[in-house]
Structure formats: C-alpha cells, structure tokens
C-alpha cells in the first residue's frame, strides 16, 4: 500500500502537469485527468481491502516530519478508505461521464475537477481542523467553479442559471467560512490544539468559551450538508448544475462533509448529539415533504439528496443508542443513497427534457429502465439492498430504546420519498414518451451501468455483513429471490419459453418442498405455488417477448413463498416487501394502472412500515426473533405490536379503510394478471393475519377486545365491499369490488377466533382462490374479445362464448354461496362458525352482505351473456385457447371441491386442533357433522341436480310457445336520448337500489385520503416558497438556522 | 424595511453570541503547549528564524499546498468563467489615454518592484514576509505594467507555464521530504544551515521562492484575463 | 479595569463583522455585497490576529533581540499569525471568483441587482 498522502499528490501534480501540456492536445490532458483519478481510486481500493481482507489497523499519517497536533497528520482506516473510495470512484466515472464537456472545456476544467475530488479526499483524511478548513474551501471554490459545466439543451456553455447559482453558493459559504474560522480560532484558543483528536481529549465543552467556540465549528460543517432551511443554494446548484457534477456533489461532496460532521462530534461529544438529530430529521421531513409538488427532475434529486443526508445525520446521531451497529446502519443508507443519486444524476443526463414526465424517453432502453429501478429500489431502502438493512436496525434500535417519535417521523418521511419516486417511476412507464432518441454513447451509459453493479454488489456484501452481525442468510442467496432475479438475464428470450421456465421452476419448487409445510402452511404453498402456475398457462396467451413480466411475476411469487417459509420477523418482512414490489411491477402494466398501481404501492408501503415497527417493537431491542415467540411479547407493548401488525396486514387485505387501492389496482391489470394479484396476492395478507393471530391471539387495548374491533371492521369491509360491487358498471371492477367484500367473510372468520372460523376462513381462502381467478380470466376474456369491460355495453355473449359462460356461471355460483357447490360449503362453516360465537351484532351485518352478494353476482350472468346481442359484437369469437383452459380447469376444481371438500379440510380441521380443540367437526364418509347439524356435499348435489333439471324442464315446456324479440323491437317514446347508454336495460341496472342505500357508498374513504395527499401536496407547495431564488435570502436562512439552533438547541 | 429588521435581529442575535465570546476571553499569559513547541523546536529543528514561515512551510506545510491550490483554483476558475459565451456584444468603450507619468514611472518601477518582490520571498524564512507577500507583489508589478497599458497581453502560456511549474516542483519537493526526511513536505532533506543565513532552514527558501513565483503568476493571470474581458 | 488591546481588537473585529454581515444583507448590489464580504472578512482575521497576542511580547521572528533560547518567554503565539495569513489568500481567492461572476452576471444580464438572479427557485 501506498501512503494515502499519494491520493492528494497525485492530484495535485496531475492538475499542475495539465498547464505544461500543450493547451491544444486536448486528448492527452484528457488522458493524464483519468489516469490520475483512476490511481486514486485504486489506491483507496488497495487500502480497503488491507482493512477488509486484512484486517489491519488504522495508519495515523505524519507530515513534516513531526507529531501531531504540532503538525498536521491523516489518517487512514476503513471508514476513511471506503468513503474516500467513493469518491475517487465517483470522481472518476465523472470524469468518463463529462468526456465532451472536460474536452471543450480545456485543460483547466480538469484541473478544477481534478483538485475537487483530491479535496473531498483531503476532508476525508485530515485530522487537523484548520486543515479541514482548508479543504473545505476547495470544495467550495472548486464547486462554484464545476456549477459552470452546466449544458444548455444544446450542449453549449453554461447559461446565466448556473451562473448564478455559483454566485448564491458563494455568497452563503462567506456566512459560513467566517463561522468556521471564529468556531476554530476560539477552540485553538481554548485547547491549544488544532488536532480533532487532541481537541476531543481536551474537552473543548468544559474550557471558557469552548461551548460557543463549538456551535459556531458545528453550524458552520453542518451547513454544508444543506439542512433546512439553510440549504436553498444547493437546490439551485442541483437544478442548474451539469448532471456529472450533480452526482459528484450529491454522493461524494455529501459522504465527505458528513464525515466531517462525524469528526466534529468527536470533539463535542455525547451532548450535541441531540442536537444533530434534530437538524437532521427536520431537513428529512422538510426536504421529502418539498419535494412532492417538484417537477424538475434534477431538483427533485436535489431535494431527495438533501433528505438522504438529513437521515444519515440523524443515525450519526443516535449513536449513543445505535453502539456498533452505527457504521452498519450509517454506511448502508450512505451508500446507498450515493450510489443511487449518482446513477440517477447521469441517467437524467441521457434525457433532453427536464420534466419528471419527460423520463417516458427512457423506456425505449430497458437496461436502463432497469437501472432506474434499481437506484428507486435502493433509495426506498427495498429488499436486498443495503438501505433496506439500515432501515431495519435503524428502526429495531430505535423501537428498542422508546425513541417512538424518531421512528415515526423517519417512516413518514420514508414514505413520503417512496411517494415521489414511484410517482415517477410510473410516469416513465406510463406517460406518453416524447421524441427523441435516448443517446447510448458508452461513456455516458457505461457510469449508468458500473452504478448498477455497485448496487447489486453492495447488496450482496450487505446481505452477508448482516450475516456476520446477525447470524442471518444472505438475502441474495435465497433460492426463490435468485430464481426470480435469473428471469433478468433470460428477458431476452420469447414469452412462451420463460413461461415454461416459470410454471416448471415453481412446480419443481413445491414438488422438492412440500412435505416441510404444516397443513395450515401447506394450502398457501399449493395456492401461491402450484396456483401460480396454473394462473400462469393463461400467459401462453400473450405473444412477443413480454419484456419486465416475468421478472415482476417471480420476483412476487418468491416473496410469497419466502413468506410462508419465513421463521424469523426480518426473513418474513423481506419476503413481504418482495411480494409487494413484485406485484406492484405486475400492477403497473396495465394500460391505465398509473395512479392505481402509485396508491397501491403507497399503501402497501405504508401498511409495511408499520409492520415493520410492529415488529421493532415486539424485538424489545433485538436484532430479530422468531414468529413463534410474538406469543411471549409482553404486556404494555403486546397489544400495540398486535395493532400495528395487524393493520400492516390489512392494507393487503383490502379492508374497508384501507381498500382504496384495489379496485383499480384489480381492474386495470392486464388480464392474466388480476387473477394473480386478486386469487393469490390477497391471501399474502391472511395469511399475515394468521400468523399473528396464531402467536398474539386475543389482545386488549385500554380494555377494548382488539379481536371484536377487528370483527366490525371485517363486517363492514364485507358490506361496503358488496354494496359498491353492486352498482359497478365496470366487469372488473364489480369483481374487484367483491373480493374486498370476500376478504371481509375471511377476515370474519379468522377474528371469530374459534376452530369453525378459521376454517370458514380457510375454506374462503381456497374458493376464493379458484372462482375469484376463473371469473377475472373469463370477464377479461370476454373484455378482451369486446374491447370493453363496461357491462352495458354487452350482452347475449352466451352462443358467441360458450366456454366463458359456462366458467361465470360456475363462478357466481360458487361464490354466491348456494348449493351445490363449494360456496355453500363456506357458507355451512360459517353458520356453524356463527352459532357458536358470542358476538351477534357485527354477524348482522355480515348477514346483510350475503344477499346484496347476489345482486351483483346476477348481473354478471345477466348483462354480459344474456339478453340482446349487440350489433357490432356480432363477430365475437370465444376467448383464446389459453385463457380458457384454466378456467375450465378451475370448473373442475370447483366441482371436486365441492364434492369432497375433506380432501383439503380434513387435515387442516385436525390441525387446528392443536390452537382451537373446541368444536371441530366430524367427518364420517361422505357426511361432516358439526354441533348444530351436518352436511353431506354429494347428496346436496344429487338433491339440487334433480331439483335444477326438472324445473328446467318444465319450464321448457312452459315456455315453448315463447316468441324472440328482435333487438331493435324497442320504443323510446318519441324521444332522442341523449346519452343512448341509458336507455340499455342493464345501465344503472339497480338505480332503485341505489336509491335506497347509495349513500353507504359514498366514497369518503377515498375522499379521506384525496385530503391526505392534497393536504401534503399543499404543506409542501407552500413551504418551498422560502427558496425564493435570492441570494440574499440564503444568507438570511443560514443565518437564521444558525440563531433558531442556537435558541431551539438550548445551548 | 421588514428585511433591515430581519436582519437586525437576526444580526442582534449573532451579536450576543460574539459579545459572550469576547467576555469570555482571557488573554494567555503563557504559550500553549504547540506555540511552546514552534517557539522552542522551530530553531533547532527546522533552521528558520522566522516562527511564522516555519509554520506555514513545514509544520503546516500542507494548508499551505491547499491555500496555494486554492489561488491556483480561483485563477483557473475566473479564467473559465470570464472565456463564458455570452452576451459578450458589448465593445470596449475606448481606453482613456494613460498619462506620460504613469509610462515613464512604469518603465522605472515595475523592474525594482520585480526584484523587491523576489526579495521578500527569498528572504521569506528571515524575515517577516514570504512567498505570498512576495508573490503579491510581483503582481502588483503586473497590475502596473497594465494600468500604464491596458491593452497590453501577456503570454498565457507563460503564465501557466511558470504557475505549473511552480506547483509540480511544490508537490515534488513535498514527496522528496516524504521519501529522503521525516514526512511530506519536511524541509530537512536540505541542510538546515545556519540560522538567520540566506541559505538555511532547509527547503524552505526554495519552496517559499516556488510559492512566491506560483502567486504571482496566478494574481497575473487573473488580471491579465480580467483586463482581457474589459476591454475586449 | 481597561479592557485590553487584544480586546479592543477583537471587539473592532467583531463589529466589522456584524457590519459586513449587515451589509450583505441588505445590500442589493453584487458589488457591494463583495465588498462587505471583504469587510467582514477583514473582521475575521483581526479576530483571529487578536487571540494570538499576548501582552509584552515581540513578533515570532528570532533574531539578535530574540534568540533561541529565550523565544519560550519573549514571543507570542506564532499559530494565529500562520492561520490568518491562510485565511488572507483564501479569502483573496474568494473574492476574485466572486468578482468575475458579478462581471459575468453583469454582462448577460445588465444588472447587479441580487433579486434579479430569482429563476432559479422553490
């Protein structure tokens, strides 16, 4: 290893060799600014992997020939050497990115570039304040200078804007110079020492002056990581500035002064801590909240750049309370925000236009719209990259120590940044993509690209870092994660063979697992497993090579499994964000899903923070813990572990509150999607609830039975849900309407606590499953052949698709609950379940929902293949071969089911034995026997057959002298409708209904959070009006900071 | 009038903070452990009379490369900035004559301020003094060669010449102190000499002269292009 | 008791500042807003010249009034005075950048009124 001295030599010969090199020969000097950065980014990887790989100490650096504090010294160790690897590597794809800028900009651009990575290195490396000083100037000067590379649209020299912005930051950084040299020359005075390690050992607190000496050091350092509110000039600076320079300013300036910041904290010790995390949690929120209503994409970065290093200061500190996991926690949200940011700077300078909705352009690249997900994905802090182990620890620690508020505003906040950037990202595939062509020049994609690669690397050594701390597995490593992550790298080849790839991996997945699921655990293997694939044959549809499918479709089939398979809180949380990215990719690929699949992923978001805090607080400080153990959660927090949990499940399971998402969400889905993310993605929520309810059972909170609450709001989930299914006039969305009314049924039986109920709940999973599924893939058959899922617009489908009726006939069937077939199955359960349990009110109204159930169910049977045949549908052929298969295959799923519904039941009833010994049934052959009754699945269905064909028959007869009116046999009164919809039979088909109960209907749940979101749009609409460009207005907000801090801070 | 209370009482506020520094000062009576060690090891360690440029040279030779960076940055950067595209349309609006004294005393003093300058950075570890002061004033000796003609041009290749070669003999210099003595940048590779001698204190009178040439041609360069785009 | 000289420094220094923050404040001007810059620039560097003195001492230059042996007692505290002279070229630097902004400004903008450079914003 070199001496780290040679990172800053080596940049400063460099920059000096530039102005003896001929100022014509462009190319060399070029090739001499590479060089040098490249030598430095080797030898800060040479020094990390000595620490790394081994393990050697920190080398203190003496220069002068004397010892510190009476020369200045450096020092390198592991956190010096990956930050300062950062940088250089930063610096030096930058380099690469501004090729044509450093060209035409001359040999002194380089030099300037050159000497602002060399001090953001310096800053890294000194252990001398003055000298940071020093280097802070540098940054500073080469910063102003660096804004000026800005490109106009057509690549020409910089405009007035960036012009401009210098002279703000200009203007600021004299504010802050001045406090950081009084800060320092009143410290030297009251310790004689300018070393940090010598002035820490001094305790500068305790010396006269030394207090203030430090605030105006600590104002001064912090500025410079833009808190707010003093931190308009960068805004301006990332808005104007040259994207390469952008990322260099964000990722690696960034790193560099919250290192700094991390030196001084060392010299004020443990009671300025309190006083970093405030600032930085107010600049987290402020910055999120700001960025909402932003527009401009590189502002919006700019914003999002000054949040990330808002959360950083926040962990820096709460170090006190985070102890060694600090660096885990602080590089792995840095990091990730650095790697991200930076790759996210250069992708926005691929693109002319500047508007979030402008990124549109980048989908004709699908490498690269893959590597705007994943620098999204480790922004958020998803699964398996670095952040989203951070934000684990981060919020287990925290939870650990009582800091609730902390925790809170650190989730709001992360939500708020997850808002924006999937609203973004929905924009890029969703809007109309302007013209122009995205240019692919490699040294501007290849920076893109080695930012990708970092991210999946530090995902992996994340992954196995939290191994060695926490005896975990590597996420990355997971059979079905990597399985799904493979399907990548094949995207290349035809739909129909990734197809087969999928339905055989997971097929073989079940076939190599199955005997290590309990019964209970099994049937969600056999739904999300082999259910999957049969879902799957209806993709044989699709032609072409479906390009992001698959990889969205088994990256959402891994999480479920994963889940089912979790043992551990943090194995079971990162299956659950899995599965909620994989179907929000799923979801947004319907032709109209953007706000759908945004509230969607908000929701789910939402729901699984509070998860994961439930989860934080059930750990009581520890780093994870069993499922099994949520039983031992002790009394205070037990109940409010049981609260949060179970509400971060129901915003899976749609119920009513948090159902806003799903009817679009369902209904806009492609059509073999709906059935994915309705048959199987909703039972991922029950089967959260299960789990907690299995381990937490009956909680109380200030005395209310949280398992009765959950009863009414499963009560009511079933009635609206049916109530709003009736008066859709939107096939998939009446179906949408109704599986959150059919989530209510099994949310019921699970909250009834008893065996009957869960098995109700259970038979409601499996049937749900199956006509829920075969009535999406039939209804989007038929949507597919009419080119429309309005219902009235339809009818007398019955000759044209057969096949189709046939499967909704079976369906309504089976869900309205009638014999014979499995519906009443459910609904015989669930009558038992109801005898036997102590609460009558909520089962009302869950009474109530059954028949208002058929009400919808018959229109679906009625309007769309009965009645008149539409003219222009006279052509209608039946729905393709593969979307018809499966569902004739769940027909006759639904008849065996309903025939020996004990083939499944039997062992789950005998399972639930062990949590429920009361009241389970009997079975005895072909009949099942419970307390109040029995029922025997095959002789209700002779019964019922007899029944059906003989009044079939006479009706037959009856009606054999029946005339058929022609279409057009109709009289509109002499009148000229003005909307010719309405005079169709089946428009508005219950008006009176309406009538009568329309006003539960009204959608203020959905006003609710309309205001919610409008409200936070407004918050932050009017708050980033205090940066109102002037530059003078920046003074006075450092100012101002520095006085609010002063008062706020108690100091 | 809001904003000039604004900053009133923001200012006010800032104020009680300084007022608290300055009646917290006590003056020292004795030197603090580093002064102590300059005032007592510069002499025999490094050779140099003057405290002060061993400081700056040597003990914290390194702030001294940054600060010599940072005015070979802003000459840089003004260059840059000032070469912009713009609306640059505005033409020269003539130059007033220079005055027959201005000339004449030009042509006697700028060589005597050259030479004054080259003095006090030699001398720069003697005396009060150094590269920067003299660096400065070989640039004052520009400034006047460009009053007395402002449309004279200087080479810039001269310029960036001799500040680059200035610096990459600086760095060179710093690494021979961290190969041949005790750490970058020790001066003590070179004989310390006597002291209060021309030639002692090391590397110090060479790396000082360095300094000297390296200001001077940055202050030039940045007045030679600021008086380029005046006039242009 | 009279306050010191350092203290009459520093306070001197201090009031600069506050002028010069003052003035950047207020002043609308890109020029004059350099210029108290420099002002409170110059504040910060008697401020930090002020600490370093010491009552009854000489400069840190040894010579045949100070010799070696006794410079521990006769000289004040040589660190202020190497600082100051870095904070000096720094600011130096500064200045000069700023002011060929202000001209660059001005030339595409005919203008030097601060509140006229608002397009960037929010």
């Not at chain 1, 995205?438 to 992954?463: R, S």
């Not at chain 1, 109380?700 to 009736?726: C, K, P, R, S």
């Not at chain 1, 298969?885 to 399972?911: N, S």
């Not at chain 1, 980033?1024 to 706020?1048: E, K, M, P, T, W």
Request: proline share 4%; hydrophobic share 55%.
């Amino acid at each position: 290893m070199v001496s780290p001295l040679y990172l800053i030599v080596l940049a400063l010969a460099a920059a000096f060799l530039l102005g003896l090199l001929n100022p014509e020969r462009r190319g060399r000097a070029y090739a001499v600014t590479l060089v040098a950065l490249a030598g430095m980014t080797l030898i800060s990887a040479d020094w990390l992997w000595a620490f790394t790989m081994e393990g050697i100490d920190p080398v203190d650096v003496y220069t002068a020939g004397a010892e510190p504090p009476f020369a200045i010294n450096l020092r390198m160790g592991l956190a010096e050497a990956a930050l300062t690897l950062l940088v250089n590597l930063t610096g030096l794809l930058s380099a690469l990115y501004l090729k044509d800028v450093l060209l035409a900009g001359g040999r002194r651009t380089m030099a300037v570039l050159l000497i602002s990575v060399m001090a953001l290195v310096g800053i890294i490396l000194t252990r001398d304040l003055f000298n940071l000083f020093v280097f802070f100037e540098l940054v500073v000067i080469s910063s102003a200078g660096l804004v000026l590379l800005a490109n106009d649209k057509d690549g020409g020299p910089a405009s007035g804007l960036s012009l401009s912005a210098g002279f703000k930051y200009l203007i600021v950084s004299q504010f802050i110079s001045a406090f950081l040299l009084l800060g320092i020359i009143f410290a030297y005075h009251a310790t004689g020492t300018l070393n940090i390690d010598g002035m820490a050992n001094a305790s500068l607190g305790l010396a006269t002056g030394g207090t203030i000496a430090f605030f105006l050091m600590f104002m001064a350092i912090v500025a410079e990581l833009k808190p707010f509110p003093a931190n308009g000039w960068a805004l301006d600076i990332y808005e104007s500035a040259h994207p390469a320079f952008s990322a260099i300013f964000s990722a690696a300036t960034g790193a560099a002064a919250l290192y700094a910041v991390d030196k001084l904290l060392l010299i004020g010790g443990a009671e300025w801590l309190p006083i970093a995390t405030g600032i930085g949690i107010v600049t987290f929120i402020a910055a999120n909240l700001f960025a909402l209503p932003q527009t401009h994409d590189r502002r919006l970065l700019g914003y999002s750049s000054i949040a990330q290093t808002g959360l950083v200061l926040v962990v820096l500190g709460q170090r006190d309370l985070l102890g060694d996991s600090t660096p885990f926690i602080a590089f792995g949200l840095l990091i990730s925000h650095a790697v991200a940011k930076a790759g996210l700077f250069w992708l926005s300078g691929l693109l002319k236009n500047r508007q979030l909705a402008d990124w549109a352009a980048l989908r004709q690249r699908p490498l690269l719209v893959f590597a705007f997900v994943t620098f999204t994905a480790m922004l958020t802090g998803l699964p398996p990259f670095p952040g989203f182990y951070a934000k684990w620890e981060l919020v287990h620690q925290l939870a650990g120590a009582g800091q609730f508020t902390l925790l809170g505003l650190i989730l709001l906040g992360a939500l708020i940044e997850a808002g924006y950037l999937f609203r973004w990202f929905g924009y890029l595939m969703k809007r109309e993509a302007p013209v122009e062509t995205v240019p692919c020049t490699g040294h501007k994609v290849g920076p893109v690209l080695v930012a990708v690669a970092a991210g999946w690397a530090l995902a992996y050594l994340w992954g196995d870092l939290a191994g060695g701390l926490f005896g975990r597995d590597n996420l990355l490593l997971a059979l079905p994660l990597l399985f799904a992550l493979s399907f990548l790298l094949l995207d290349w080849l035809p739909a129909w063979i990734k197809n087969s790839l999928a339905i055989a991996g997971m097929v073989a997945f079940f076939l190599l697992t199955w005997g290590e699921y309990d019964p209970l655990r099994l049937i969600f293997a056999i739904i999300f497993l082999i259910g999957g694939a049969l879902t799957l044959l209806a993709s044989y549809s699709v032609h072409g090579r479906r390009i992001g499918f698959y990889p969205a479709a088994m990256l959402m089939y891994a999480g479920m499994v994963m889940l089912i398979r979790a043992t551990t809180s943090f194995d079971f949380f990162a299956a659950w964000e899995l599965l909620t990215v994989g179907s929000y990719f799923l979801i947004l690929r319907g032709k109209h899903s953007e706000p759908h699949a945004l509230s969607y992923i908000l929701f789910s978001l939402g729901g699984a923070f509070l998860i994961l805090a439930g989860f934080a607080l059930a750990a009581a400080g520890a780093p994870q813990f069993d499922l099994a153990s949520l039983a031992q959660v002790a009394a205070p927090a037990a109940p409010w572990v049981f609260v949060l949990l179970a509400v971060g499940f129901m915003t899976k399971t749609a119920a009513i509150g948090l159902h806003i998402w799903l009817p679009g969400a369902h209904a806009e889905a492609e059509t073999d999607v709906s059935p994915m993310v309705s048959g199987i993605l909703l039972k991922a929520g029950l089967y959260g609830m299960m789990v907690l309810l299995l381990a937490m059972g009956k909680q109380q909170l200030y005395g209310v039975e949280l398992t009765h609450v959950l009863l009414w709001i499963a009560a009511l989930t079933a009635l609206i849900g049916n109530l709003m299914a009736v008066f859709q006039e939107d096939a998939k969305r009446l179906l949408a309407y109704s599986s959150i009314g059919q989530m209510g049924y099994a949310l019921f039986g699970l909250a009834l606590m008893n065996h009957l109920g869960w098995l109700m709940a259970l038979v409601f999973v499996i049937n749900h499953y199956i006509y829920k599924s075969m009535l999406f893939l039939a209804v989007g058959g038929v949507a597919k052949r009419t080119g429309t899922r309005e219902m009235y617009k339809m009818g007398g489908l019955i000759r044209l698709m057969p096949l189709s009726f046939i499967a909704v006939l079976i369906g309504i069937i089976a869900v309205s609950g009638v014999p014979p077939l499995s519906g009443f199955g459910g609904r015989w359960v669930f009558y038992n379940a109801i005898m036997s349990a102590e609460y009558r009110l909520p089962m009302v109204v869950l009474f109530m929902a059954g028949p208002i159930a058929f009400l919808y169910l018959f229109r679906l049977i009625y309007t769309i293949f009965l009645g008149q045949l539409k003219d222009e549908l006279r052509r209608v052929k039946e729905a393709p071969f593969w979307i018809v298969l499966p569902q004739m295959i769940y027909v006759a799923l639904l008849l065996v089911f309903a025939v020996v519904p004990g083939l499944a039941l039997r062992h789950v009833d005998a399972y639930l034995n062990q949590f429920f010994p009361e009241g389970g049934l009997h079975w005895g052959g072909g009949t099942i026997i419970s307390d109040y009754g029995y029922w025997n699945p095959v002789a209700i269905m002779i019964i019922v057959g007899v029944i059906f064909t003989t009044v079939f028959a006479l009706l037959l007869i009856v009606n054999r002298k029946a005339q058929m009116v022609k279409q057009f046999n109709i009289v509109f009164s002499a009148e000229r409708p003005f909307r010719p919809e309405t005079t169709h039979y089946a428009w508005n088909f219950y008006a009176p209904y309406r009538k009568a109960m329309g006003f539960l209907t009204q959608p203020f749940v959905t006003r609710f959070w309309d205001t919610l979101a409008d409200l936070l749009h407004t918050a932050g609409d009017l708050g980033r009006r205090l940066y109102d460009g002037n530059g003078q207005s920046y003074g006075f907000h450092f100012l101002a900071f520095v006085v609010i801090v002063f008062f706020v801070g108690g100091i | 009038m809001i904003k000039r209370f604004i900053a009133l009482t923001l200012l006010l506020a800032i104020g009680g903070l300084f007022a608290s520094l300055l009646l917290g000062y006590t003056p020292d009576s004795e030197l603090n452990q580093t002064a102590r060690y300059y005032a007592e090891r510069t002499s025999p360690d490094i050779g140099a009379a003057n405290i002060v440029t061993a400081i700056i040279v040597t003990y914290r030779g390194l702030d001294t490369l940054g600060e010599v960076t940072v005015l070979f940055l802003s000459a840089a950067i003004v260059g840059l900035v000032l070469a912009l595209g713009g609306k640059s349309g505005k033409t020269g609006r003539g130059t007033v004559p220079v005055g027959e004294l201005l000339t004449t005393g030009t042509r006697y003093l700028a060589p005597l301020i050259m030479l004054l300058g080259v003095y006090v950075f030699v001398n720069g570890h003697l005396t009060p003094g150094g590269g920067f002061q003299g660096g400065a004033i070989l640039a004052s000796g520009v400034l006047l060669l460009l009053l007395a003609d402002p449309l004279k041009r200087f080479s810039h290749v001269l310029i960036a010449t001799i500040e680059s070669f200035a610096g990459l003999l600086y760095v060179l210099i710093g690494l021979f102190g961290l190969v041949l003595a005790g750490g970058f940048l020790d001066n003590r590779f070179l004989p310390t000499g006597e002291l209060g001698a021309l030639f002692s204190a090391g590397a110090i009178p060479l790396i000082y002269s360095l300094i000297g040439l390296k200001v001077g041609a940055e202050f030039a360069s940045m007045l030679a292009s600021l008086s380029e785009s005046e006039t242009s | 008791m009279m306050p010191s000289i350092a203290q009459l420094a520093m306070a001197t220094g201090f009031i600069l500042i506050l002028i010069g923050f003052y003035g950047a404040l207020t002043q609308r001007n890109l020029l004059r807003m350099i210029v108290a810059f420099t002002l409170s620039g110059t504040g910060v560097n008697i401020v930090i010249v002020a600490i370093g003195y010491m009552h009854g001492r000489t400069a840190p230059i040894l010579d045949a009034t100070v010799n070696a042996a006794d410079a521990v007692s006769r000289v004040i505290d040589p660190v202020p005075q190497a600082l100051v002279l870095t904070a000096i070229v720094i600011g130096l630097g500064v200045t000069a950048l700023m002011l060929a902004y202000a001209l660059k400004l001005h030339e595409q903008r005919r203008s030097l009124d601060i509140a006229k450079f608002t397009e960037l914003k929010w």
